[in-house]
């Protein structure tokens, strides 16, 4: 699997999904004009590293803000995820957001509800 490494634009997020450190980072802001063109490509990606995930997956959330379709997608992303941790119980994720950010912090707290994953909620 080949590394993806996507820099960050003022309406898309910086991502960074390595097979050989089994760490991804979603960082920044996601308001991407077609959605499903950005994150497709990252959700055929995570499908074939599901094929073969590593022992311990770290999965690190550091976002700004993001749309309400793109949160649709980051919980597709979770779900996802959520199947990996079933089959290897090694999927961790951080979620940070800035002390005085409500919004994310809440939204961490949504989806920490929502999936049956470790979910550490990070303060900076």
Known sequence: ??????????????????????????SGKSLPEDVTQFYNPLMEWLEAYQESPGEKTQVIFKMDYFNTASSKLILDILMLLEEIHEETEGVKVEWHYREDDEDMEEAGEEYADIVEIPFDLISF
């Open 1 to 26: 699997m080949e590394l993806i490494n996507i820099e960050a634009t003022d309406e898309t997020p910086k991502v960074i999904l390595n097979p050989d450190t089994h760490t991804f980072e979603f």
